[in-house]
């Protein structure tokens, strides 16, 4: 498996760079939804929220990658009514769990495929177990497994490949 060592600094919540990294990521984390919501179900099928927010906590610990979580959804909620207000809270602990899982397995472990992988899985994990205990609904909350697959292997995939990429900034 290749591995490699990724600079990754750990960003606190008195740096303005986190706040400027955050938005960055915010930004990525708005973006990216509205192009996939131009297709039908693309944010079923694609989970772009999470994206950007996997992206960086790698990158810059789970300070920023929190803040990413917690404000994207918000933000494309509040302007674009995109997830729905219903959605926000599951949304939200998957965001969250994605966040501080990306942040810590970022921070112990060498960065690899595997190491992105893990961080998605925990989220999906988490996240299948608050939405089945929101509603009692098995089938709802294999939703992103069973819907969301493509974004899944993005995430991972895609998530690996961009954080290689940048790898040196």
Same mark, same amino acid.
């Given at each position: 498996?290749?591995?490699?060592?990724?600079?990754?600094?750990?960003?606190?919540?008195?740096?303005?760079?986190?706040?400027? &990294? &955050?938005?960055?990521?915010? /930004?990525?984390? =708005?973006?990216?939804?509205?192009? /996939?919501?131009?297709?039908?179900? #693309?944010?079923?099928?694609?989970?772009? =929220?999470?994206?950007?927010?996997?992206?960086?906590?790698?990158? /810059?610990? *789970?300070?920023?990658?929190?803040?990413? @979580?917690?404000?994207?959804?918000?933000?494309?909620?509040?302007?674009?009514?995109?997830?729905?207000? @219903? %959605?926000?809270?599951? =949304?939200?602990?998957? %965001?969250?769990?994605?966040?501080?899982? @990306?942040?810590? +397995?970022?921070?112990?472990?060498?960065?690899?495929?595997? %190491?992105? &992988?893990? &961080?998605?899985? =925990? /989220?999906?994990?988490?996240?299948?177990?608050?939405?089945?205990?929101?509603?009692?609904?098995?089938?709802?909350?294999?939703?992103?497994?069973? +819907?969301? *697959?493509? #974004? +899944?292997?993005?995430?991972?995939?895609? #998530? *690996?490949?961009?954080?290689?990429? +940048?790898?040196? *900034?």
């Amino acid at each position: 498996m290749n591995t490699l060592t990724i600079q990754r600094e750990q960003y606190d919540f008195r740096e303005l760079r986190t706040y400027l &990294a &955050a938005a960055l990521f915010i /930004c990525g984390n =708005i973006v990216v939804p509205q192009l /996939c919501h131009l297709i039908p179900k #693309g944010g079923l099928i694609f989970l772009p =929220i999470y994206f950007f927010t996997l992206i960086g906590a790698f990158k /810059c610990g *789970w300070k920023v990658g929190l803040l990413t @979580a917690v404000l994207s959804p918000l933000v494309n909620c509040l302007f674009f009514g995109m997830p729905p207000v @219903a %959605s926000l809270p599951a =949304i939200l602990v998957k %965001s969250i769990t994605l966040a501080v899982a @990306a942040g810590l +397995i970022g921070k112990k472990m060498r960065f690899s495929l595997l %190491s992105v &992988a893990l &961080a998605v899985l =925990i /989220c999906q994990v988490v996240g299948m177990t608050f939405e089945y205990l929101m509603d009692f609904n098995f089938l709802h909350a294999l939703q992103d497994v069973r +819907i969301g *697959w493509p #974004g +899944i292997l993005i995430q991972v995939f895609g #998530g *690996w490949l961009l954080l290689k990429a +940048i790898e040196k *900034w």
